[in-house]
């Protein structure tokens, strides 16, 4: 399959263009990593994969709350998240 | 406004079968699915797994289909308000399908909003999206049939099964398993997902107690019969079985029980021109789906001898559907800490639910259910946990873009 890269808060990174946002944040770091804070500020990620828990929320294109697990990646796609999204 | 001669709400296989049935009928379909390609959670785009009809309904002029597209109002005078990346549109439809498939039920326990505690079906999404799962210690815990191909799946592609603990009692998984026998296809895919599993240590009567770590789950807690054992792993997959989408026909104000929309035989709601098929009919699984879209199609076009075919074999996958439901449609819960988050989204723990007699006051005093999910996690655990029912349910039915709910304005007030 052909890949893209996008950047992972500020970070290229190259994978497979199928993908989604979150499996792709998965793959740069190895694991499933923390890529939102709950409202009383404990670790969260994605949980249901399908779009349905919101958990896996992240900023894509400068726009806040974007479903991961929904988004596929696209070449030069800016995704951010944690202390990279507020800045 | 657009309109179609049907718009077929989810394009899994039981729409993309009754989007091709129908459309070789001449009929004009449209398919919205706010997913980013057809196929349904089980098919996750419509590659080789995927029937012909179904790829070929993709090519068909006759469909029209609208991805990453989200149901946000359903309006009177059978119209549709749907918001997609850049833009909304209104739809308007004769003849409306529910193929609105089924999520996970994901029931709280302490230690489960850890990230690397995901779904069973959600583990398998995010591998096959791309999360690297080879050389990861994973358990899988809670009850259903989903369990066994996920297990399989992430064996297959190098993770190290540490234990499935299965919630069922092993006379129900076996008589389970003699239904299957009436279903040779399905037995035979049973035995094949065995045969991957060897050696993979298969717990019943087993429930998770309590996940551990601090940023990401390091470990699981599990009751097994008598005794207790402490796992270490990178994963813990949990699920309760699937509980179907009902939002929608709920919505349309089709009649409904927690485990279904009420049709009739014909697949007909309780409102007039909308129909449901597939999990949204209950959990049923794929031949089920498949079945009812050709079904829904034949009945749409009055094709006599059509429905008379489907209508039998609709009957006799609904026959392993009532099997799968007395097996695994009620899991139970171990019971919850106080400080047990159960709804994620506005961090409410069970404890601060102890006083809360409904949903609705647990909306209104807590903000239960209150967040993005919109109940779509916490309202089904609660309705296990605490027996509670579910509340009416608004527009919108989505977070949704200011500018998606400003094209009511276009429309008369009527019919909003």
């Given at each position: 399959m052909a890949t893209i890269t996008l950047f992972i808060n500020n970070h290229p990174y190259t994978c497979d263009a199928g993908n989604s946002v979150a499996g792709a944040i998965a793959q740069a770091h190895q694991q499933l990593v923390t890529t939102r804070q709950s409202v009383h500020g404990m670790p969260r990620t994605a949980v249901c994969g399908m779009g349905i828990c919101f958990e896996c929320r992240v900023t894509i294109n400068g726009v806040a709350h974007q479903l991961a697990c929904q988004t596929l990646v696209a070449a030069g796609m800016q995704v951010t998240y944690g202390e990279a999204a507020d800045a | 406004m657009h309109s179609y001669d049907v718009i077929i709400i989810g394009a899994g296989p039981a729409g993309l079968h009754a989007a091709h049935a129908l459309a070789s009928r001449g009929q004009q379909v449209a398919i919205i699915d706010d997913n980013p390609a057809a196929g349904g959670q089980i098919w996750r785009g419509v590659h080789n797994h995927a029937t012909q009809s179904a790829r070929t309904a993709l090519h068909s002029p006759l469909i029209t289909t609208y991805y990453q597209t989200r149901l946000i109002a359903t309006l009177a005078a059978q119209q549709l308000l749907v918001e997609t990346p850049g833009d909304a549109h209104l739809l308007h439809y004769r003849q409306l399908v529910i193929a609105s498939g089924a999520r996970e039920l994901l029931l709280p326990v302490a230690g489960w909003t850890l990230p690397g505690v995901t779904g069973i079906g959600g583990l398998q999404a995010l591998v096959k999206a791309g999360m690297p799962i080879a050389g990861k210690r994973v358990v899988i815990a809670g009850t259903?049939?989903?369990?066994w191909p996920v297990a399989a799946f992430l064996r297959k592609h190098g993770?190290?099964?540490v234990a499935i603990a299965e919630q069922q009692s092993l006379p129900r998984l076996v008589r389970f398993g003699l239904h299957l026998a009436r279903y040779p296809s399905k037995l035979w895919q049973a035995m094949s997902y065995a045969t991957q599993l060897i050696g993979v240590p298969f717990w019943h009567d087993s429930h998770v107690i309590a996940i551990s770590g601090t940023t990401h789950s390091t470990g699981v807690r599990i009751q097994r019969g008598d005794h207790q054992l402490q796992l270490a792993c990178d994963y813990v997959a949990l699920g309760h079985h699937l509980v179907p989408n009902l939002d929608i026909a709920q919505s349309l104000g089709c009649a409904t029980t927690p485990a279904a929309v009420t049709t009739t035989d014909?697949?007909?709601?309780?409102?007039?021109h909308v129909y449901a098929i597939g999990?949204?009919?209950?959990?049923?699984g794929l031949d089920c789906a498949i079945a009812e879209g050709h079904l829904v199609a034949a009945v749409i076009c009055q094709d006599a001898s059509a429905i008379s075919q489907w209508h039998q074999r609709v009957a006799y996958e609904r026959q392993l559907a009532t099997a799968i439901a007395t097996t695994f449609a009620t899991p139970t819960t171990t019971p919850l800490t106080?400080?047990?988050?159960?709804?994620r989204c506005e961090d409410v723990s069970h404890g601060q639910l102890a006083h809360s007699r409904d949903w609705r006051t647990a909306k209104l005093?807590?903000?239960?259910?209150?967040?993005?999910?919109?109940?779509?996690i916490c309202g089904a655990a609660t309705q296990h946990l605490y027996g509670w029912g579910p509340d009416t349910v608004r527009p919108p039915l989505r977070p949704a873009r200011v500018a998606t709910l400003a094209l009511l304005h276009a429309i008369s007030p009527a019919a909003r």
């Amino acid at each position: 399959m052909a890949t893209i890269t996008l950047f992972i808060n500020n970070h290229p990174y190259t994978c497979d263009a199928g993908n989604s946002v979150a499996g792709a944040i998965a793959q740069a770091h190895q694991q499933l990593v923390t890529t939102r804070q709950s409202v009383h500020g404990m670790p969260r990620t994605a949980v249901c994969g399908m779009g349905i828990c919101f958990e896996c929320r992240v900023t894509i294109n400068g726009v806040a709350h974007q479903l991961a697990c929904q988004t596929l990646v696209a070449a030069g796609m800016q995704v951010t998240y944690g202390e990279a999204a507020d800045a | 406004m657009h309109s179609y001669d049907v718009i077929i709400i989810g394009a899994g296989p039981a729409g993309l079968h009754a989007a091709h049935a129908l459309a070789s009928r001449g009929q004009q379909v449209a398919i919205i699915d706010d997913n980013p390609a057809a196929g349904g959670q089980i098919w996750r785009g419509v590659h080789n797994h995927a029937t012909q009809s179904a790829r070929t309904a993709l090519h068909s002029p006759l469909i029209t289909t609208y991805y990453q597209t989200r149901l946000i109002a359903t309006l009177a005078a059978q119209q549709l308000l749907v918001e997609t990346p850049g833009d909304a549109h209104l739809l308007h439809y004769r003849q409306l399908v529910i193929a609105s498939g089924a999520r996970e039920l994901l029931l709280p326990v302490a230690g489960w909003t850890l990230p690397g505690v995901t779904g069973i079906g959600g583990l398998q999404a995010l591998v096959k999206a791309g999360m690297p799962i080879a050389g990861k210690r994973v358990v899988i815990a809670g009850t259903g049939p989903l369990i066994w191909p996920v297990a399989a799946f992430l064996r297959k592609h190098g993770a190290h099964i540490v234990a499935i603990a299965e919630q069922q009692s092993l006379p129900r998984l076996v008589r389970f398993g003699l239904h299957l026998a009436r279903y040779p296809s399905k037995l035979w895919q049973a035995m094949s997902y065995a045969t991957q599993l060897i050696g993979v240590p298969f717990w019943h009567d087993s429930h998770v107690i309590a996940i551990s770590g601090t940023t990401h789950s390091t470990g699981v807690r599990i009751q097994r019969g008598d005794h207790q054992l402490q796992l270490a792993c990178d994963y813990v997959a949990l699920g309760h079985h699937l509980v179907p989408n009902l939002d929608i026909a709920q919505s349309l104000g089709c009649a409904t029980t927690p485990a279904a929309v009420t049709t009739t035989d014909l697949l007909a709601t309780t409102v007039p021109h909308v129909y449901a098929i597939g999990e949204a009919r209950g959990i049923g699984g794929l031949d089920c789906a498949i079945a009812e879209g050709h079904l829904v199609a034949a009945v749409i076009c009055q094709d006599a001898s059509a429905i008379s075919q489907w209508h039998q074999r609709v009957a006799y996958e609904r026959q392993l559907a009532t099997a799968i439901a007395t097996t695994f449609a009620t899991p139970t819960t171990t019971p919850l800490t106080d400080d047990t988050i159960v709804c994620r989204c506005e961090d409410v723990s069970h404890g601060q639910l102890a006083h809360s007699r409904d949903w609705r006051t647990a909306k209104l005093q807590q903000r239960c259910g209150m967040g993005p999910c919109q109940g779509r996690i916490c309202g089904a655990a609660t309705q296990h946990l605490y027996g509670w029912g579910p509340d009416t349910v608004r527009p919108p039915l989505r977070p949704a873009r200011v500018a998606t709910l400003a094209l009511l304005h276009a429309i008369s007030p009527a019919a909003r």
